[in-house]
């Protein structure tokens, strides 16, 4: 007779709870639902515009006079929120637009809070695509300057906040930028909105078709002296402990596929709501194969996703929150 563990087959026969859509679902341990995504899109200037990006098949770059349906739309699939990355109109040192009360970012919280109030609305708080240089933070004799760059990055929160803002997700990977938008953003009155760090974002080369869309490559040098070094575990949960030491509410794993061992160990580690960025060059790996229909895209996306909510998180920031959410619908 052969045994398995403490039970004997055929008694113990674990394919009984397989056998129908019905059983499966009964046991199902890890629940995929449009409530678990936010959506990442980016705005641009100008009227009429819904360019697709090249690197990222079904996304695009949409002006303000554009967002209201798009938002809509995101609202009606049950997608609870969406992130908002910005392409300003000029670039400089300081990477100014992104703290202008006028920005393009500014503008398009305004207009999704009047088109879809209840939606929550997340900025990525950075200065990569607002700068000359496309670094995150302030040049200072050819490196990026912590300490100098924090107080553009709170500037930058706390005009976002300003403009409607539900939320700051701060993704430079600056020492201390979460402990100095706290207190910025406590100190002007707003300390009931909520900062969702990108705490473990790892230099990573899955960020490819994203730097496209938001025309933030690096001009020089790149990100590795400030993101994270993708040989290091370790290492992440100490920048998820400090973030939460420095008053992060939400703690984020970027990118999610490649790091599901990171998403997993950040959940056994800490009881934070925990949330992974299902990145550009994911999405896009996925997009490319489908339309060579080497893959079925559906059942693949599904299964990646899954597989990140079964790692650990709470929250998946995805492109593929509008397919998903329309494939999970009953």
């Known amino acids: 007779?052969?045994?398995?563990?403490?039970?004997?087959?055929?008694?113990?026969?674990?394919?009984?709870?397989?056998?129908?859509?019905?059983?499966?679902?009964?046991?199902?341990?890890?629940?995929?639902?449009?409530?678990?995504f936010i959506y990442p899109l980016f705005v641009t200037h100008g009227r009429g515009v819904k360019a697709p990006i090249p690197t990222m098949p079904g996304q695009y770059h949409f002006s303000v006079d554009r967002l209201a349906d798009e938002m809509v739309d995101v609202s009606r699939l049950g997608i609870p929120a969406v992130m908002l990355f910005g392409l300003p109109a000029t670039k400089d040192e300081a990477g100014s637009e992104a703290y202008?009360?006028?920005?393009?970012?500014?503008?398009?919280?305004?207009?999704?809070?009047?088109?879809?109030?209840?939606?929550?609305?997340?900025?990525?708080?950075?200065?990569?695509?607002?700068t000359s240089h496309g670094h995150c933070g302030v040049i200072v004799d050819g490196q990026v300057d912590n300490d100098r760059s924090l107080d553009l990055l709170s500037r930058t929160a706390l005009s976002h906040v300003r403009a409607g803002a539900d939320m700051v997700a701060p993704s430079d990977m600056m020492d201390g930028r979460v402990a100095a938008i706290r207190a910025t953003l406590d100190g002007e009155g707003h300390s009931g909105t909520p900062i969702m760090?990108?705490?473990?974002?790892?230099?990573?080369?899955?960020?490819?078709?994203?730097?496209?869309?938001?025309?933030?490559?690096?001009?020089?040098?790149?990100?590795?002296?400030?993101?994270?070094?993708?040989?290091?575990?370790?290492?992440?949960?100490?920048?998820?402990?400090?973030?939460?030491?420095?008053?992060?509410?939400?703690?984020?794993?970027?990118?999610?596929?490649?790091?599901?061992?990171?998403?997993?160990?950040?959940?056994?580690?800490?009881?934070h709501p925990l949330a992974a960025y299902n990145v550009s060059g994911e999405y896009s790996l996925v997009k490319a194969a489908a339309a060579n229909g080497w893959i079925d895209e559906k059942a693949v996306t599904l299964e990646v996703l899954t597989a990140i909510r079964r790692a650990g998180a709470d929250i998946i920031l995805t492109y593929h929150a509008k397919e998903a959410a329309a494939w999970l619908s009953p």
């Not at 008694?11 to 639902?33: G, H, I, N, P, Y």
């Not at 207009?111 to 708080?125: R, S």
């Not at 690096?218 to 993708?230: A, E, K, N, S, V």
């Open 1 to 36: 007779m052969l045994r398995t563990g403490l039970a004997q087959f055929p008694k113990l026969r674990l394919r009984r709870l397989r056998r129908s859509e019905a059983l499966r679902r009964m046991v199902r341990e890890t629940e995929l639902s449009p409530s678990h």
């Open 100 to 130: 202008a009360p006028d920005g393009i970012v500014q503008r398009a919280i305004q207009a999704i809070k009047d088109a879809v109030p209840e939606l929550v609305v997340i900025t990525d708080v950075c200065l990569c695509e607002y």
């Open 197 to 271: 760090a990108y705490a473990a974002k790892y230099a990573s080369a899955f960020y490819g078709p994203f730097r496209v869309a938001a025309e933030s490559s690096p001009q020089f040098g790149d990100r590795r002296g400030y993101q994270m070094d993708p040989a290091n575990a370790r290492e992440a949960l100490r920048e998820i402990e400090q973030d939460i030491a420095e008053g992060a509410d939400i703690v984020m794993v970027k990118p999610a596929l490649a790091y599901l061992d990171i998403i997993s160990r950040a959940r056994a580690t800490f009881p």
